[in-house]
């Protein structure tokens, strides 16, 4: 079993930045591949952001550039680096797991970008 816990998410004006965190129970370096989703109102959710434990990574097109995801196996913490951000960036932000064949869900952590 593997729990997740977002945190970072708030307030940020249009072309600011933002970080967040996704800590886990366990060791990350076990989990195969972890990721971000987002879902915004009234729209499914989305692939943000995705790394394995090898390190690497692929973006949804909507956010290369201006998005990074990296993890501290030391710290079982993956993170979302936020930057340049748009109002559509606003969404809650989903922390994912892959592990033995399960997907693992956080509870997610609100963005808004608004001025």
């Known amino acids: 079993q593997v729990q997740l816990v977002e945190s970072g998410g708030g307030l940020v004006q249009p072309g600011g930045s933002l970080r967040l965190s996704c800590a886990a129970s366990r060791s990350i370096s076990s989990i195969n591949r972890m990721g971000w989703y987002r879902q915004a109102p009234g729209k499914q959710r989305e692939l943000v952001a995705a790394?394995?434990?090898?390190?690497?990574?692929n973006y949804a097109d909507s956010v290369k550039g201006r998005f990074a995801i990296s993890r501290d196996n030391a710290k079982d913490t993956m993170y979302l680096q936020m930057n340049s951000l748009k109002p559509e960036d606003t969404a809650v932000y989903y922390c994912?797991?892959?592990?033995?064949?399960?997907?693992?869900w956080g509870q997610g952590t609100q963005v808004t970008v608004s001025s």
């Open positions: 790394i394995t434990s090898g390190g690497s990574t």
């Open positions: 994912n797991a892959l592990y033995m064949l399960r997907v693992y």
